[in-house]
């Protein structure tokens, strides 16, 4: 059974940073794209999820505009674990992020439980 694990998360004043880590067991990660997703605080629709940050298998990674900068996402391949590395945090970067695992052929979607980010003004 694949399961990510998400960690990291807390509570941080604004300009600081937090690195979230992912952990996944049932897979190799190397053979999957990971993602990093933020659901805003009070959301609970799933399909609303933010695409934070994608690493492919090869390796590219991928930043959406708003984390550019700020934000890098780390492959372990021998930890088997994904990292979210965020520097000066935005009171708008507050949320759960969640790890997420799919196949190359998008077949599946495996989603971590989520780990909350709060970031104070």
């Known amino acids: 059974q694949v399961q990510p694990a998400e960690s990291g998360g807390g509570l941080v004043q604004a300009g600081g940073s937090l690195r979230l880590s992912c952990v996944v067991s049932?897979?190799?990660?190397?053979?999957?794209?990971m993602s990093w997703y933020r659901q805003a605080p009070g959301e609970q629709r799933e399909e609303l999820r933010e695409l934070v940050a994608t690493i492919t298998i090869p390796g590219a990674k991928i930043l959406e505009d708003a984390m550019k900068g700020r934000f890098a996402i780390s492959r372990d391949n021998a930890k088997n674990a994904v990292y979210l590395q965020m520097n000066s945090l935005k009171p708008e970067d507050s949320g759960v992020y969640y790890c997420?695992?799919?196949?190359?052929?998008?077949?599946?979607?495996?989603w971590g439980p989520g780990t909350l980010v709060t970031v104070s003004s």
């Open positions: 997420n695992a799919r196949p190359r052929d998008d077949s599946a979607h495996y």
């Open positions: 049932g897979m190799n990660i190397s053979d999957n794209v």
